[in-house]
């Protein structure tokens, strides 16, 4: 019995219990907390200044509600010079939206085919796209500028567009996704059954890919979203801004334009409600995608 006893606690690792410390569940608690109060303040403190007025953000507690003037604000956001930025809004939405879509097409066609295709340098072509996850995007920002300025297309859409179209890291997320998730026997089968390799992508590795594509578009839109140095570089036309690029220019007239604090606090408010809204929205898939391919991988 004794000896039973002694060791009862070395058997399997399935059989034995693992007891949770008090401790560890306060200190995980804490930095989850902290880190959630680093995130979430600022954002909080944008919401509650765009609710003031400009006499009151100094006047009155910077994290808590004064008097509540955000309908006013977001009026004058809106129709300061003419609306514009309700243009630049709309910009931003056609660079991340359609850039996104298009973009996690293009990374998702191009990870399949080098995870499920053999050919010849197919790794050397994998480890340069591993270089290209490596390289800031403000590195390129001038390389890119050069290259548009010799076909004369800087300050248009298309400087800006066809560059947010590229997505190394999501080439490399699609390519994981799919060779753990795209079984060879089932694209066998597909063949076999007269389906064309095009016709094979869209019908079924897309659907067994879905998870990688939701994750894809969702840091794209965000790197997009956010893009600020690219437009800096490639438009000096105030019209195609994006809100991010628009926002610097009237934080850059405040000294001479008062009025244009209020206009910036409200529009990085209403800047930052797409990606609120993309995150609530996509977020079951975006877990899901990471847990997936990071286990299959």
């Known amino acids: 019995m004794s000896f039973l006893t002694r060791t009862a606690g070395y058997g399997p690792p399935a059989a034995r219990q693992v007891r949770e410390r008090p401790m560890s569940r306060l200190v995980a608690f804490v930095i989850i907390a902290a880190f959630s109060l680093y995130f979430l303040v600022p954002i909080w403190w944008l919401f509650v200044a765009s609710t003031k007025s400009r006499g009151q953000f100094a006047s009155s507690d910077?994290?808590?509600?004064?008097?509540?003037?955000?309908?006013?604000?977001?009026?004058?956001?809106?129709?300061?010079?003419?609306?514009?930025?309700?243009?630049?809004l709309g910009n931003a939405v056609v660079y991340a939206g359609v850039g996104a879509v298009l973009g996690t097409l293009l990374a998702s066609m191009c990870g399949y085919a080098l995870a499920k295709y053999a050919f010849r340098g197919r790794d050397a072509v994998f480890n340069v796209i591993l270089g290209g996850v490596l390289v800031p995007v403000t590195a390129l920002a001038l390389p890119l500028f050069l290259i548009f300025s010799a076909v004369d297309q800087t300050n248009t859409y298309w400087s800006v567009f066809l560059p947010s179209l590229v997505s190394p890291f999501g080439v490399y997320l699609a390519r994981i996704y799919a060779a753990a998730s795209v079984p060879a026997e089932l694209l066998e089968a597909a063949r076999l059954d007269g389906s064309g390799e095009v016709r094979t992508f869209f019908t079924l590795s897309v659907r067994l890919m879905a998870p990688a594509l939701v994750t894809i578009f969702l840091f794209q839109f965000v790197t997009i979203w956010n893009n600020f140095f690219l437009p800096l570089v490639m438009l000096s036309n105030d019209k195609l801004y994006p809100v991010t690029l628009g926002l610097y220019a009237w934080n850059s007239q405040t000294n001479a334009v008062p009025e244009l604090r209020t206009a910036v606090i409200v529009g990085a408010f209403v800047a930052i409600v797409p990606l609120i809204l993309a995150f609530l929205g996509l977020q079951r898939f975006w877990r899901g995608g990471l847990a997936a391919g990071g286990v299959k991988a």
Do not use: P
Not at 73 to 87: I, K, S, W
């Open 62 to 88: 910077g994290l808590w509600f004064a008097d509540w003037h955000l309908w006013d604000n977001l009026t004058f956001l809106f129709t300061y010079d003419g609306g514009v930025y309700l243009r630049w």
